[in-house]
């Protein structure tokens, strides 16, 4: 990491688990994956995949180039390290990891082609390099269609009471309050549901003034806790009073993520000077 070794792609392809990142946070470097994530999470790549994908990647290239910042990767670099996959399907010491080169091909190799292209979608957006890869990435085509399925869910599932907040579902008979005005009422607010956008706002998030939305989620599920700190699992959609159990894991859960997903968000528009 000091630059004094740089280890070859067939040592670092056969190498398996490789923990770069630890590494370079213990010496005092910071390589800049937290930014790619998300960046990937805000082009509509799965937050799970966006972080095995770019931990397997910027480690790698990292050490094998040198280059301690993410913003010094280019073209070349990542079409070396696509090179170096193929190239490692006729290695003498594949069948020993991975028993043929047909397994190989099948598997490791396909997965990591898919994380190197994912690596370079999101330096494409950053404008870092010159083209997206040839063929796009499944997570990464599907984001339009997740954006109108938000859209639908803020359009149809918003109670329109002054206690606000999101419906599970059209007509929730669960605990129902509202029985007739179901334009205005689709369904009691439960905080679990009305937290998802949080997490959605923060992801999507281009500076820190989109961020708001994110964070009047928040303070919506704090305004209808209990003194306690408590979260209810749902509330009345007219007085905003608790409704059946409270306080509920999920309801807790989601707070923590629309948190991390706004100050992940925060902390990634900060290092790029948002």
Same mark, same amino acid.
């Given at each position: ?6 280890? !070859?792609?067939?040592? =670092? ?27 990937? /999470?805000? =082009?509509?790549? !799965? ?24 913003? &010094? ?6 079409? @070396? ?14 069948? &020993? ?20 292209? &994912? ?16 063929? &796009? ?17 803020? @359009? ?15 007509? !929730? ?34 500076? @820190? ?20 700190? /408590?979260?209810? @699992?749902?509330? !009345? ?38």
């Amino acid at each position: 990491m000091r630059g004094f070794i740089r280890l !070859d792609y067939a040592w =670092l392809l056969g190498a398996g688990r490789l923990h770069v990142d630890t590494l370079a946070r213990q010496l005092g470097l910071t390589l800049g994956i937290d930014d790619l994530i998300a960046d990937a /999470v805000r =082009l509509g790549f !799965d937050r799970g995949s966006a972080i095995e994908g770019m931990h397997w990647c910027v480690g790698r290239l990292a050490v094998h180039t040198g280059l301690l910042a993410v913003v &010094q990767f280019r073209m070349a670099h990542l079409a @070396e390290l696509l090179e170096a996959i193929r190239r490692f399907g006729q290695h003498p010491a594949l069948p &020993q990891l991975y028993t043929s080169p047909e397994r190989y091909r099948t598997s490791p190799s396909k997965h990591w082609i898919t994380q190197v292209n &994912q690596l370079q979608t999101v330096l494409f957006h950053r404008g870092q390099i010159p083209q997206e890869p040839r063929k &796009q990435m499944p997570t990464y085509l599907v984001r339009p269609s997740l954006s109108r399925t938000m859209q639908a869910v803020i @359009e149809r599932l918003t109670v329109k009471t002054d206690v606000g907040g999101v419906a599970r579902y059209e007509n !929730d008979y669960y605990f129902q309050v509202e029985k007739t005005d179901l334009d205005k009422v689709p369904g009691n607010p439960w905080v679990l549901s009305t937290l998802s956008l949080a997490s959605w706002y923060a992801n999507q998030a281009k500076d @820190e003034s989109d961020l708001r939305k994110a964070i009047e989620v928040l303070t919506w599920a704090c305004d209808r806790a209990l003194r306690s700190g /408590v979260l209810p @699992e749902q509330v !009345d959609p007219y007085s905003g009073k608790p409704l059946s159990v409270a306080p509920l894991t999920w309801s807790h859960a989601a707070y923590v993520h629309g948190v991390h997903a706004v100050v992940d968000r925060m902390n990634a528009l900060a290092g790029a000077g948002g």
